[in-house]
T-cell receptor, first 117, second 112 residues
Framework: GAVVSQHPSWVICKSGTSVKIECRSLDFQATTMFWYRQFPKQSLMLMATSNEGSKATYEQGVEKDKFLINHASLTLSTLTVTSAHPEDSSFYIC?????????????FGQGTRLTVV | KQEVTQIPAALSVPEGENLVLNCSFTDSAIYNLQWFRQDPGKGLTSLLLIQSSQREQTSGRLNASLDKSSGRSTLYIAASQPGDSATYLCAGTQGGSEKLVFGKGTKLTVNP
């Protein structure tokens, strides 16, 4: 398999502040990473697709100015939740695919539990 | 819009039992299909990947199959163990897209 590391695993922040979540592929290069949000007892909802060296592609209904995504290298993507509010509290998970033809398996980070108080 | 249904939503079985989890897609044109395991408060662990040219994959006590004509997949777990207790998610991509569309999962409890 492959390892995707997500940091932090949990964070509590005050309303109005910003929080940055990192997603790293530790043993492979990922041209594309994905950010998901998961509500309790619900499935994963894709928020955006992060492409190395270019702007992220956001899913319909996801505010790009609120959820800032940066994919500066082939092993690191970051999600910044800006001006967080309690309704942003959720479980955020990233995933990455190995670069290269035929490599289609997606690997996931351990997730970040965000609580906004 | 692709939607994924997983049945049952929850399943409780005694240790040692063989079991089947089901997953169906509204659009049967599935390119790749993955089964994942998620423990409470954790990320996803990839269990099996069925690529576009494949119909079945096996890993240890796990076997997954995909019927592309109907858009249905099953995950078979043999000789279940308490450590298998988790939520199992299926997800698929469609041709030309890397996006995974997920079901809501089946919460499995294996009782000692």
């Amino acid at each position: 398999g492959a390892v995707v590391s997500q940091h932090p695993s949990w964070v509590i922040c005050k309303s109005g502040t910003s929080v940055k979540i990192e997603c790293r592929s530790l043993d492979f290069q990922a041209t594309t990473m994905f950010w998901y949000r998961q509500f309790p007892k619900q499935s994963l909802m894709l928020m955006a697709t992060s492409n190395e060296g270019s702007k992220a592609t956001y899913e319909q209904g996801v505010e790009k100015d609120k959820f800032l995504i940066n994919h500066a290298s082939l092993t690191l993507s970051t999600l910044t939740v800006t001006s967080a509010h309690p309704e942003d509290s959720s479980f955020y998970i990233c995933s990455a695919r190995k670069q290269g033809r035929g490599n289609t398996e997606a690997f996931f980070g351990q997730g970040t539990r965000l609580t906004v108080v | 819009k692709q939607e994924v249904t997983q049945i049952p939503a929850a399943l409780s079985v005694p240790e040692g039992e063989n079991l089947v989890l089901n997953c169906s897609f509204t659009d049967s044109a599935i390119y790749n299909l993955q089964w994942f395991r998620q423990d409470p408060g954790k990320g996803l662990t990839s269990l099996l990947l069925i690529q576009s040219s494949q119909r079945e994959q096996t890993s240890g006590r796990l076997n997954a199959s995909l019927d592309k004509s109907s858009g249905r997949s099953t995950l078979y777990i043999a000789a279940s163990q308490p450590g298998d207790s988790a939520t199992y998610l299926c997800a698929g991509t469609q041709g030309g897209s890397e996006k995974l569309v997920f079901g809501k999962g089946t919460k499995l409890t294996v009782n000692p």
